[in-house]
Every structure is written in structure tokens, then in C-alpha cells.
């Protein structure tokens, strides 16, 4: 694959401004691991290889177990591998993500709400927002993943 444009250098103040936002989410209070899992399952259920591949190894760095990173796509069936609060985040990310499909239900807001405050939530979905415009850029461009690049 071969990539279709440098959009960093296209759009240097666009690409500038997502960096602003991915700021604000890394000082927002979220712990870091949790946010790099949902980075990582939106990016699963986009099909962004070039995002998959960076935050499975942003995962690895930060401790996380091979064992858990290999079943983020399957956290519904991995028992208590995953806390009460990545699981909320991981569900709320899905629904979020497939917005166009599951029209983010009441029952689907509740159970996250009951788990993040206010805030936490409204931080969380715009690192959800975030990441779907990272993967929507990556895969528009075919951004070429660190491992197919060696």
C-alpha cells in the first residue's frame, strides 16, 4: 500500500488543531491506558491498520499484557481481564463509534453515565470523536502502519 498524501503536510494548522484536542484528552484526567484501549477498539472497528498498529504498541510500552491487548476486540467475552470502568468505556466507545447503526441508544448513555461523571464522559466521547477523525484521515489516505513500513 502505498500512501495517497502527507496530510500533516497538506494541512499543518488542521492537523494542529486535532493535536490540540488530543492535548486537552491527555490532561484531561482519563487514565491513560484507558483512553489508549478505546483509541484502540475505535480503530478496531474502523479497520484503521495504521492506528491499530500505533496503539497496540503505545499499549504494549505502557505494561499492558499481550494477553489483554489481543482481546480488546472480544472484551464482552474476556471476563474479568477487563475492569468495571475499561468496560464501560469500551461499550460506550462502540456505540459511539457506530453511531449510524446503533443511534447511541438511552440504555447505552445510562449504563456509561452510571460508571463517568459529567465530565469524564463528555471527555471521553470527544476522545472517541477524535480518534474516528484520526481514522478517517489515516485510512482516506492510506496512512502506511510502522510494521508495514519496515
Known amino acids: 500500500m502505498t500512501q495517497r498524501m502527507d496530510y500533516n503536510a497538506a494541512s499543518p494548522a488542521g492537523m494542529k488543531a486535532l ?3 488530543y492535548g486537552h484528552v491527555m490532561q484531561s484526567g482519563l487514565p491513560k491506558i484507558l483512553v489508549d484501549l478505546v483509541y484502540l477498539r475505535v480503530s478496531q472497528i474502523n479497520g484503521c491498520a495504521y492506528c491499530i ?3 497496540s504498541r503505545d499499549l504494549l510500552k505502557e505494561g499492558v499484557n499481550v494477553e489483554k491487548l ?5 472484551w464482552r467475552e474476556a471476563g ?5 470502568t475499561e468496560r464501560a468505556a469500551l461499550a460506550w466507545a462502540e456505540s459511539v463509534t457506530r453511531v449510524a447503526e446503533t443511534g447511541v441508544p ?3 448513555y445510562a449504563a456509561a453515565a452510571s460508571v463517568f461523571g459529567e465530565r469524564q464522559l463528555a471527555d471521553l466521547t470527544i476522545a472517541i470523536g477524535l480518534m474516528n477523525a484520526y481514522n478517517r484521515m489515516a485510512i482516506g489516505f492510506r496512512a502506511v502502519p510502522f510494521a508495514a513500513a519496515r
Open 70 to 74: 489481543v482481546l480488546v476486540p472480544a
Open 53 to 55: 498498529d500505533m496503539h
Open 19 to 21: 493535536g490540540g484536542v
Open 106 to 108: 438511552d440504555a447505552d
Open 80 to 84: 474479568a481481564l477487563f475492569d468495571a
